[in-house]
């Protein structure tokens, strides 16, 4: 995507605007499905809680994904967007018993992490098979927020429970048929990845009917230049190679499973943003945009670098800059940054804007939540419009006062 065409879609859709690029999705994806080529069966499962555009959704459906969903309502999305149930696994945490029983009735394949719910499950619907979410106590994740393995943890069932977990399966005769690891967000070490799953192999030996191993996800990709990445080919090379020799032990060709959702979608989504006003003052020059922390929370939460680059004055000087939003408190999206010099009106792109950054905007400050656009066979198409006032009034009840 160029600057013209980008600028050309901010005239077009308004701002501010988040950009997705098909192309670059498919691309991804099949450098996944590459590196684990030598894996008889594989499933790659987007997860959707990255961004659940439903154009997005069928894309992915398109170049043959499966999903990952953490609730109800993104089942019933998937759904929509023409999956089949068989391809959609649900991985809730801390959901209701009911919640999960009507995910059931839909026909998607269920995952469970709580012994509490697994018993409550299994004894009521013993022939429903069910995968479980282990965790490895294994330290992987690049943020406390998004490190979800380790002993603290309210992610999956610990490693140390496998003698109840086996006892639990034994009384209700249920039928475990996947087992399943997600550590963490931005895993940085590939080691530590295949550490984990020796785990899962030595725990998946337990069960006898088992389909699918799911290793979860939390690939970490570049932000800026010279970013560590995680090294997909490396890992797709070492991991397939034990999982075939698993396979062999096991007795059975199983499905080798993940669920990207960061690795999929994050470098193909742009966001940009007008230059509102600069400010200056005793101590830095802020440039100060027409969005917050209500359209792009990465920064503020995690505190997560974004690149940002003034595609309205690419071959200006470059001069340092804190950008800022409008929320009415800090909501700071780069401190002391080098950008092109940057005028009142200009547009900035914010880089990696496709992961958790529309899918986690809200209405804060009363702003409208942003357009979005996907870049798809050359052709920029609106897949949301920009909110409205009504959609601000939406669902409030004005009584008599
Ligand atoms: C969030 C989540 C993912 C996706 O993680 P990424 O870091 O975006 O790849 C996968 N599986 C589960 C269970 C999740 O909660």
Redesign the pocket.
């Known amino acids: 995507m160029n600057n013209k065409t980008l600028l050309q879609i901010v005239k077009d859709f308004g701002n501010p605007i988040y950009i997705y690029d098909a192309d670059t999705i498919a691309s991804q994806y099949k450098r996944l499905t590459k590196a684990f080529g030598k894996v008889k069966q594989l499933r790659v499962n987007y997860?959707v809680?990255?961004l659940s555009n439903i154009s997005i959704l069928k894309l992915f459906n398109s170049l043959g994904s499966g999903l990952?969903t953490?609730s109800i309502q993104e089942v019933r999305l998937g759904l929509k967007a023409g999956f089949k149930p068989e391809d959609i696994i649900y991985?809730p945490n801390g959901v209701s018993l009911e919640e999960i029983e009507a995910v059931t009735k839909l026909g998607v394949q269920i995952n469970i992490d709580n012994l509490s719910i697994l018993e409550q499950f299994g004894t009521k619907h013993p022939n429903v098979p069910v995968c479980i979410r282990i965790n490895p106590h294994v330290m992987a994740g690049g943020n406390t927020n998004?490190s979800v393995g380790h002993i603290d943890s309210k992610f999956g069932i610990s490693i140390h429970q496998i003698p109840l977990l086996l006892r639990i399966v034994e009384n209700t005769k249920m039928n475990i048929n996947g087992i399943h690891m997600?550590t963490g967000?931005?895993i940085l070490d590939i080691d530590v990845f295949l550490y984990a799953s020796e785990i899962l192999f030595e725990t998946a030996k337990n069960f006898k009917d088992l389909e699918f191993i799911d290793f979860?996800?939390?690939?970490k990709v570049p932000y800026r230049a010279g970013d560590i990445e995680t090294n997909i080919e490396e890992l797709g090379q070492k991991l397939s190679k034990r999982f075939n020799e698993f396979c062999t032990e096991y007795g059975r060709d199983l499905t080798l499973a993940f669920?990207?959702?960061?690795?999929l979608v994050s470098e193909a989504g742009l966001f940009l943003a007008k230059v509102n006003a600069v400010k200056q003052t005793t101590s830095t020059v802020f440039a100060q945009i027409d969005s917050g922390f209500n359209h792009l929370i990465r920064p503020m939460l995690y505190g997560s670098q974004h690149e940002i680059i003034n595609i309205s004055n690419p071959k200006g000087r470059e001069r340092f800059y804190s950008v800022v939003g409008y929320i009415c408190e800090t909501d700071t999206f780069a401190n002391n940054r080098r950008i092109n010099e940057i005028n009142e009106g200009d547009i900035l792109c914010f880089k990696n804007a496709g992961?958790?950054c529309y899918s986690m905007a809200s209405n804060y400050n009363s702003r409208y939540r942003p357009a979005e656009v996907l870049i798809y066979k050359s052709k920029p198409q609106l897949i949301r419009k920009r909110e409205t006032f009504e959609d601000i009034l939406n669902n409030q009840v004005e009584i008599t006062i």
């Open positions: 997860a809680k990255a990952d953490v991985t998004i997600h967000s931005d979860g996800s939390g690939f669920e990207p959702g960061k690795f992961a958790y």
